[in-house]
């Protein structure tokens, strides 16, 4: 949403928003919190660095546990995605001094060894702190290019010692990253605590994380012990970017590929979903479980208008946001934007990557 203070800490708009949106909806995975100073990747991000930022992360807790939902904290770092602005004008950190693909883009400090082990802690301080503010679950943010993703991918990830090279050595750190918060678990929590992963299946660039990689790394996460994994795509029904010659959905080819063990973690699929259809079609093709972005922000209540047997539109009138619990923040990004009609122009539907005027 954005909406944080300019330290990370939450706002009584962030509650609210939540609140808003808790009660028909099974469970509802928060926005993801920095674990460390250096990893706020957005403006508005809230921040799960210090026991300072528990008391409020309990009031989103509450609020959304408060109408029936469950509720999970996403926790992640953005590594050599952060804009020096965004830290204080200070240097962001990164597997590999080696700067992201883009125009602009900062260049990183390389984590010591040391300092590596150090940052492992600190998820497991975030894991630590989500439990005692009241949260069901975490999911571990290892998508989007943040640090998690940045440690596994031979793009960002051009280390010689034990974190980097070969793909055992690049996988241990989400492992470590996935041990520390079973150790938090069971000190902290009780058997229900839900963990989750969060991935993005492949990267464009060359090197890059591939399919193949993705299923390795999810193997060995499975074998750990996981309650659920988090495909990260634009559209649930997504081919690959890389082979863009395959039509084949890469949930598809998940199935297709996956192990005994790996079979039984319930697979999260999220993007353009918003009516009933939308979510079978991901269902047919072999999502257990299936999240709602966008069509939750235009409709607080979107389960239950769902389960109603309402057929819904996406989009949002342009004078409803308070009474949609819409922070400015989050109104004002990019997507929400594409979503805002005016109610006093002509018809508009928006889809999932596209805007059409009718």
Same mark, same amino acid.
């Given at each position: 949403?954005?909406?944080?203070?300019?330290?990370?800490?939450?706002?009584?708009?962030?509650?609210?928003?939540?609140?808003?949106?808790?009660?028909?909806?099974?469970?509802?995975?928060?926005?993801?919190?920095?674990?460390?100073?250096?990893?706020?990747?957005?403006?508005?991000?809230?921040?799960?660095?210090? @026991?300072? +930022?528990?008391?409020?992360? #309990?009031?989103?807790?509450?609020?959304?546990? %408060?109408?029936?939902?469950?509720?999970?904290?996403?926790?992640?770092?953005?590594?050599?995605?952060?804009?020096?602005?965004?830290?204080?004008?200070?240097?962001? $950190? %990164?597997?590999? %001094?080696?700067?992201?693909?883009?125009?602009?883009?900062?260049?990183?400090? !390389?984590?010591?060894?040391?300092?590596?082990?150090?940052?492992?802690? +600190?998820?497991? @301080?975030?894991?630590?702190? %989500?439990?005692?503010?009241?949260?069901?679950?975490?999911?571990?943010?290892? #998508?989007?290019?943040?640090?998690?993703? *940045?440690?596994?991918?031979?793009?960002?990830?051009?280390?010689?010692?034990?974190?980097?090279?070969?793909?055992?050595?690049?996988?241990?750190?989400?492992? &470590?990253?996935?041990?520390?918060?079973?150790?938090?678990?069971?000190?902290?929590?009780?058997?229900?605590?839900?963990?989750?992963?969060?991935?993005?299946?492949?990267?464009?660039?060359?090197?890059?994380?591939?399919?193949?990689?993705?299923?390795?790394?999810?193997?060995?996460?499975? !074998?750990?012990?996981?309650?659920?994994?988090?495909?990260?795509?634009?559209?649930?029904?997504?081919?690959?970017?890389?082979?863009?010659?395959?039509?084949?959905?890469?949930?598809?080819?998940?199935?297709?590929?996956?192990?005994?063990?790996?079979?039984?973690?319930?697979?999260?699929?999220?993007?353009?979903?918003?009516?009933? !259809? @939308?979510?079978?079609?991901?269902?047919?093709?072999?999502?257990?479980?299936?999240? $709602?972005?966008?069509?939750?922000?235009?409709?607080?209540?979107?389960? &239950?208008?769902? &389960?109603?047997?309402?057929?819904?539109?996406?989009?949002? @009138?342009?004078? *409803?946001?308070? &009474?949609?619990?819409?922070?400015?923040?989050?109104?004002?990004?990019?997507? $929400?934007? #594409?979503?805002?009609?005016?109610?006093?122009?002509?018809?508009? +539907?928006? +889809?999932?990557?596209?805007?059409?005027?009718?």
């Amino acid at each position: 949403t954005c909406t944080g203070y300019f330290d990370g800490t939450v706002t009584s708009e962030l509650v609210e928003y939540y609140r808003a949106r808790a009660g028909s909806i099974g469970t509802i995975i928060v926005e993801c919190c920095f674990i460390d100073d250096y990893g706020l990747a957005f403006p508005g991000a809230i921040g799960i660095d210090n @026991d300072e +930022k528990i008391a409020g992360l #309990a009031k989103i807790a509450e609020a959304i546990k %408060a109408q029936g939902s469950k509720a999970i904290l996403q926790i992640y770092h953005g590594g050599r995605m952060v804009d020096p602005q965004l830290i204080g004008g200070r240097q962001p $950190v %990164a597997p590999s %001094a080696i700067a992201a693909p883009r125009e602009g883009a900062a260049m990183p400090r !390389a984590l010591s060894g040391e300092e590596v082990e150090g940052m492992i802690a +600190k998820f497991g @301080d975030g894991v630590r702190r %989500a439990i005692l503010a009241g949260f069901d679950g975490v999911e571990i943010h290892g #998508a989007n290019t943040y640090l998690i993703q *940045q440690f596994y991918s031979p793009n960002s990830n051009q280390r010689d010692d034990e974190w980097g090279g070969s793909r055992d050595n690049r996988a241990r750190f989400p492992l &470590a990253v996935l041990d520390i918060t079973h150790k938090m678990a069971r000190q902290y929590a009780d058997d229900a605590f839900i963990i989750g992963y969060r991935f993005s299946p492949e990267e464009m660039e060359v090197p890059g994380i591939r399919f193949d990689d993705t299923m390795y790394l999810l193997e060995k996460l499975a !074998a750990r012990g996981v309650d659920y994994l988090h495909f990260s795509v634009g559209a649930t029904l997504r081919p690959s970017i890389v082979d863009t010659s395959d039509p084949t959905p890469l949930i598809e080819k998940y199935c297709a590929m996956r192990s005994e063990t790996l079979a039984q973690v319930p697979v999260m699929g999220v993007g353009g979903v918003v009516n009933v !259809a @939308d979510a079978e079609l991901g269902l047919d093709h072999g999502y257990d479980l299936i999240a $709602v972005g966008r069509a939750c922000i235009a409709y607080p209540d979107w389960a &239950a208008r769902i &389960a109603a047997g309402e057929e819904l539109e996406l989009f949002i @009138d342009s004078t *409803q946001r308070e &009474a949609l619990h819409i922070p400015e923040p989050l109104w004002r990004f990019s997507l $929400v934007e #594409a979503m805002i009609r005016d109610m006093s122009m002509g018809d508009a +539907k928006f +889809k999932p990557g596209m805007f059409v005027e009718t």
